[in-house]
């Protein structure tokens, strides 16, 4: 009689759970390895869209519809200025923050006469999750190139910025930081013409 032996067939049955273990291992690691991945990308797609839509939106700043200046404060993780960024030819009262490691965008319209920007009115939307910044958000330059460090000559100085945000979903684990750099010149501002 030919067959399999009771010790062969047990042998066998272990090496065959041996490899699909490895296997499993190997498929479970995979799909881990690229959901991060995959959050990573969302993170600095999203990210890369609100930088965008930021320099746009700060390059175009102008004085507010109640008179109040371009620019109306200048800290190295937030940024409050006055653009008419859903052109509707109403200047809106726009402020870029960190909160957290969101990085978050609150718009507050004008209203009434005269007109008045009023905090309790301010949409707050997240740009962006995941920022991991320790050095500054906001850098301020002046005509020359210089860098502006006090905080008054930010606000009557600036006349060009860079935007910097460190992007990481899982600072213990690779991949590294990813950072983001982008420089904008305000138009009202500048006077290289």
């Known amino acids: 009689m030919r067959g399999f032996t009771l010790i062969e067939t047990i042998v066998t049955i272990a090496i065959f759970a041996l490899i699909m273990g490895v ?6 690691v995979g799909y881990r390895v690229q959901g991060y991945t995959f959050q ?12 965008e839509i930021m320099v746009k939106e700060i390059r175009e700043a102008r004085p507010g519809d ?9 800290d190295n993780y937030e940024f409050i200025f006055y653009s008419d960024i859903d052109k509707d030819e109403a200047t809106e009262r726009v402020r870029y923050f960190i909160e957290g490691t969101n990085f978050k965008k609150g718009v507050i319209e004008p209203q009434g006469w005269p007109i008045t920007y009023n905090p309790a009115n301010e949409n707050i939307v997240v740009l962006s999750q995941y920022v991991r910044n320790l050095p500054p958000i906001f850098h301020y330059y002046n005509g020359q190139g ?13 006349k060009l910025m860079k935007v910097y945000l460190v992007i990481n979903i899982d ?4 991949p590294q ?3 983001l750099e982008s ?3 305000i138009r009202n501002l500048k006077t290289n013409l």
């Open 183 to 185: 420089a904008v010149q």
């Open 23 to 28: 296997v499993s291992g190997f498929l479970v």
């Open 171 to 174: 600072p213990s684990r690779p």
């Open 40 to 51: 990573q990308a969302v993170a600095i797609g999203e990210a890369r869209k609100g930088v």
């Open 146 to 158: 210089e860098e502006l460090i006090d905080l008054p000559t930010r606000l009557k100085d600036t």
């Open 66 to 74: 109640d008179g109040s200046y371009i620019i109306e404060k200048a």
């Open 177 to 179: 930081n990813f950072e």
